[in-house]
């Protein structure tokens, strides 16, 4: 395998594949990356068994010769070390030539290294092929269903299915859910084309995903009962799903409220942060709503270990009968952001029940959280 390439382009692929790349793999071969020149260009692949990314560069980008003097053949080397002498480089063209089998030279005329590199009959078998249901969305629209849905999905192995974000698509709708049994996050997405399944696909690799994806690209979506693969800007990623029965979220949304609080993100984002600098564990930073038409609107907290605080939220309104309702503003925080409006609505329907947080003028978009217990 030979081959002169771009620098930036070469760059660009080792980068978006280490995603799928961990270092310190329990299987020494994943820690490579696998580089192959075939008719299409370089296949650049990472894989970790669980995520695949291959990113193909290509011969010639427009008019621009971005591979040349290239003989095809296929290698393994140090995903880490390969990625880190690219982007120290500072010639605009790299050589990239396999020795023998065992070594590779990596030059831009300047500087030459000779990395150490493995058979590529040791890597594991890739399937990239473009089968099952499948529609094409916008980046814009995916990466909004990724980043108001992944977040509220649980980060424990315990119950695995809520480690993902449930993909439902039928009557021109993809539908994103994610829960990690004290909130809940929902997104609908029009399609403009049929398709139909129930699938889920892991939090954290649907994350990778969104941070790839441009907003003016097409995502092609693949979806079979073992995998659900994207194809986006000579990018592919194919991730594996998770198996299991979601849990069904139809009675966790009210169907009504009794109390409606609208509030200034910023503001409420600002006071929430202020008065829970007082609590004592970060990972259930509990704060109290205290409203009524009347008196107005209040978040506080109180610790017998640092003392208490108190703030008045004087641009929010408020409409029903005085009601107090303590929560975890670490999910309420991560809620009105998701909302990405300036301006959000909270229905409530009592002080133990779950809440809702909104977007006023986004009706694909909601947001539950559960009330903590105080006392």
């Given at each position: 395998m030979?081959?002169?390439?771009?620098?930036?382009?070469?760059?660009?692929?080792?980068?978006?594949?280490?995603?799928?790349?961990?270092?310190?793999?329990?299987?020494p071969?994943?820690?490579?990356?696998?580089?192959?020149?075939?008719?299409?260009?370089?296949?650049?692949?990472?894989?970790?068994?669980?995520?695949?990314?291959?990113?193909?560069?290509?011969?010639?980008?427009?008019?621009?010769?971005?591979?040349?003097?290239?003989?095809e053949?296929?290698?393994?080397?140090?995903?880490?070390?390969?990625?880190?002498?690219?982007?120290?480089?500072?010639?605009?063209?790299?050589?990239?030539?396999?020795?023998?089998?065992?070594l590779?030279?990596?030059?831009d005329g300047?500087?030459?290294?000779?990395?150490?590199?493995?058979n590529?009959?040791?890597y594991?078998?890739?399937?990239?092929?473009?089968?099952?249901?499948?529609f094409?969305?916008?980046?814009?629209?995916?990466?909004?269903?990724v980043?108001?849905?992944?977040f509220?999905?649980?980060t424990?192995?315990?119950?695995?299915?809520?480690?993902?974000?449930?993909?439902?698509a039928?009557?021109n709708?993809?539908?994103?859910?994610?829960?990690d049994?004290?909130?809940?996050?929902?997104?609908?997405?029009?399609?403009?084309?049929?398709?139909?399944?129930?699938?889920?696909?892991?939090?954290?690799?649907?994350?990778?995903?969104?941070?790839?994806?441009?907003?003016?690209?097409?995502?092609?979506?693949?979806?079979?009962?073992?995998?659900?693969?994207?194809?986006?800007?000579?990018?592919?990623?194919?991730?594996?799903?998770?198996?299991?029965?979601?849990?069904?979220?139809?009675?966790?949304?009210?169907?009504?409220?009794d109390?409606?609080?609208?509030?200034?993100?910023?503001?409420?984002?600002?006071?929430?942060?202020?008065?829970?600098?007082?609590?004592?564990?970060?990972r259930?930073?509990?704060?109290?709503l205290?409203?009524?038409e009347e008196?107005?609107?209040?978040?506080?907290?109180?610790?017998?270990?640092?003392?208490?605080?108190?703030?008045?939220?004087?641009?929010?309104?408020?409409?029903?009968?005085?009601?107090?309702?303590?929560?975890?503003?670490?999910?309420?925080?991560?809620?009105?952001?998701?909302?990405?409006?300036?301006?959000?609505?909270?229905?409530?329907?009592?002080?133990?029940?779950?809440?809702?947080?909104?977007?006023?003028?986004?009706?694909?978009h909601?947001?539950?959280?559960?009330p903590?217990?105080?006392?």
């Amino acid at each position: 395998m030979k081959l002169t390439i771009n620098r930036e382009q070469l760059l660009y692929g080792l980068t978006t594949v280490a995603r799928a790349i961990n270092d310190k793999h329990p299987i020494p071969v994943l820690r490579n990356v696998k580089l192959e020149v075939n008719e299409r260009g370089l296949s650049v692949i990472g894989s970790n068994n669980e995520l695949i990314i291959e990113h193909v560069v290509p011969f010639k980008i427009d008019s621009q010769v971005v591979i040349r003097n290239s003989q095809e053949g296929v290698t393994l080397v140090s995903s880490r070390l390969l990625t880190d002498i690219v982007r120290k480089l500072e010639g605009r063209d790299v050589t990239i030539e396999v020795i023998d089998s065992t070594l590779v030279q990596v030059d831009d005329g300047r500087s030459n290294f000779r990395l150490n590199s493995i058979n590529p009959e040791d890597y594991p078998d890739v399937d990239l092929e473009k089968i099952g249901e499948s529609f094409v969305i916008t980046g814009g629209d995916f990466a909004n269903l990724v980043d108001q849905t992944a977040f509220a999905a649980s980060t424990r192995e315990v119950r695995p299915t809520l480690t993902a974000v449930n993909l439902t698509a039928r009557d021109n709708e993809l539908v994103g859910i994610a829960t990690d049994s004290f909130r809940m996050a929902k997104k609908v997405v029009k399609l403009q084309e049929s398709a139909e399944f129930k699938v889920n696909v892991p939090a954290k690799i649907l994350t990778e995903i969104a941070r790839l994806v441009q907003d003016e690209q097409e995502v092609e979506i693949h979806v079979t009962d073992k995998k659900a693969l994207f194809y986006f800007n000579a990018t592919t990623v194919s991730s594996r799903l998770i198996s299991g029965e979601y849990p069904s979220i139809e009675n966790i949304i009210p169907d009504h409220y009794d109390y409606f609080l609208e509030a200034n993100a910023d503001e409420l984002l600002r006071a929430m942060d202020r008065v829970s600098l007082l609590t004592t564990n970060e990972r259930e930073s509990v704060v109290k709503l205290t409203m009524s038409e009347e008196g107005g609107v209040q978040l506080s907290t109180r610790s017998l270990q640092t003392g208490s605080a108190i703030e008045s939220l004087n641009t929010c309104q408020f409409t029903g009968e005085r009601l107090e309702i303590s929560f975890n503003s670490n999910f309420v925080s991560a809620a009105v952001r998701a909302c990405k409006s300036q301006d959000v609505i909270i229905g409530f329907v009592g002080e133990m029940k779950p809440f809702s947080v909104r977007n006023v003028a986004d009706n694909t978009h909601i947001q539950i959280v559960t009330p903590v217990r105080t006392y």
